[in-house]
Structures are given as C-alpha cells and as structure tokens.
C-alpha cells in the first residue's frame, strides 16, 4: 500500500552581491491506491467545448427551401446576402484580396467568415437559381467580383462554376454577346466586289 508522501526540494544560487538566494522549489506528492481506483472509478472528463464551429453541409433541396422560408426574409430581408457583410481587417485599408478559405478541415477557422460561409444554409449549387442570381450584375450580367461581395477565393470559384452549369442548362437567362462577323469570308461576291475596290484606288 502505497502513502502520502509529500515533499520539496529547494533550489539555491549563489549570488556574488547578494549572496546565496532561493530560486524555487519542486515538490512531489504520492497517493495512494484508494484514490487511484477512485480517479478511474469517476471516468474521463468532460469533453472539452471546441474552439471553432463545425460546418454541417446540407443538400441543395434544403438550400432552396430555406430561402423561401420565414427564417431567411427576418436575416437577410429583401437584400442580398452579401450586403450587410462586413469583414474583420487589419487596418486602415483592406486587403487587396479576399482570403483563400474561410472553412478548414470541415472547422471554420475564422471570426469573419465570407456570407457564403457563415450560414451552413446557403448552399452554392447550379439548381439554387434565386442564390446564384444574387451574385450576378443585373446591368452587365456578369458576376460580381469577390472585392465587392466579400466571399473568399474558394466561394468565387464555385460561384462562377456553378453559374456557367445553371446558363448551359438553360437555369438562368442572359444576353449573347454581339458577335461581328467579315462576311467577305462566306460570300465570294462581297470578297470579289472589296478587291476590285482596292483595285479601283
């Protein structure tokens, strides 16, 4: 049977002014064999809380759902989501770029996380049209760029994937840019007729 032993060692120096001084002191205690059956009779401790938040991801069905829900129009309102997001720097300036990833190794690992990021409900995918069309320019329909929404790199590039898959699939509607064609190089009379002008001169 083990006993309670306690005991301390001290450490001194010796101090060529002062002379010999006391720097510390290390103590040792045994116990006994009732209170070790007794630790691991209690079991482990309680799990510590984690540090960062878990990022849960959902389907895109329940994206959908949730923007047509009560819960969405009292956050955001009529608003994009990116509007009221504002992003923790430091500083006078911003940064030139938005940071690579908010979310790593399933853990946000941030305090400011990009609007995309920050609600786990918000899920970028070709199908989730009234999302996507939040990040496009409705005067030049093309997508906004992530220094004015604030979404980090990682966000912007599925965000431009995703938007190209839902104009392919017919999902969202935009206009075809105006192409010009030379029309000489599919009509020989239009090319016959220009080089007789140039010859005429």
């Known amino acids: 049977m083990k006993q309670n032993l ?45 540090k960062h938040k878990q990022f849960v991801v959902h389907p895109p069905e329940t994206s959908i759902r949730y923007l047509e829900s009560q819960a969405y129009n009292d956050t955001y309102g009529c608003d994009p989501v990116w509007k009221n997001y504002r992003r923790n720097f430091k500083g006078q300036f911003p940064p030139r770029r938005t940071r690579a990833r908010c979310i790593r190794q399933g853990l946000i690992s941030t305090g400011s996380p990009c609007p995309l990021c920050r609600d786990e409900y918000l899920v970028v995918h070709y199908t989730n049209t009234k999302l996507l069309e939040q ?51 599919y009509y020989p009379e239009l090319k016959q007729k220009k080089q007789q002008g140039t010859k005429n001169k």
Not at 174 to 185: D, I, S
């Open 6 to 50: 306690c005991g301390s060692h001290k450490f001194y120096v010796l101090n060529r002014r002062f002379g010999l001084q006391k720097i510390g002191s290390l103590s040792r205690f045994y116990c006994t064999q009732n209170e070790e059956n007794a630790e691991n009779e209690t079991g482990p401790e309680e799990e510590t809380v984690p």
């Open 135 to 185: 990040f496009i320019s409705p005067y030049t329909g093309e997508t906004l760029s992530a220094n004015k929404t604030g979404v980090c790199r990682r966000r912007q590039f599925q965000l431009d994937l995703e938007i190209m898959k839902a104009k392919d699939l017919g999902l969202i509607t935009f206009q075809v840019p105006f192409r010009y064609y030379k029309y000489e190089e």
